[in-house]
């Protein structure tokens, strides 16, 4: 449902029903577990990582320069929602582009590129 939207923006870049229960188990929890504080470390996590999601997932082209090895901007996950089948399987990454590296699926856009999103077909 999330890769067939072909406008993406902050309000739609929710419907990965599973990903807040995933980002707890992940996230959330261990956090919880390491910090001892005053129990604030891990709502602010959780707003970090809702603002996040909604600025990877807006239709304005940022860039990070050179910054942009090491952190996802919006241009490089927006390839992860490419119909261009060059792009199929890449930019996983939210917050890093350091996985993506790892595993050979990173993407890295030119100034120019900005390509159509959703699914072939759909819509």
Do not use: K
Not at 29 to 35: D, K, Q, R, Y
Not at 40 to 60: E, G, Q, R
Not at 91 to 112: C, E, K, V, Y
Request: aromatic share 14%; glycine share 8%; with cysteine.
């Amino acid at each position: 449902m999330h890769h067939s939207i072909e406008e993406l923006n902050a309000v739609n870049s929710y419907h990965h029903i599973s990903e807040p229960l995933l980002q707890w188990i992940g996230i959330g929890l261990p956090a919880s577990l390491i910090v001892s504080d005053s129990g604030v470390t891990v709502p602010i996590i959780a707003v970090i990582i809702h603002l996040n999601a909604s600025f990877i997932h807006l239709p304005m082209r940022v860039s990070f320069g050179p910054l942009r090895a090491v952190f996802c901007d919006n241009r490089f996950h927006w390839i992860h929602h490419s119909l261009e089948t060059r792009h199929f399987d890449g930019n996983f990454g939210a917050f890093t582009t350091l996985w993506d590296r790892f595993f050979s699926t990173a993407w890295f856009p030119i100034d120019a590129e900005w390509p159509d999103i959703g699914l072939a077909g759909v819509g």
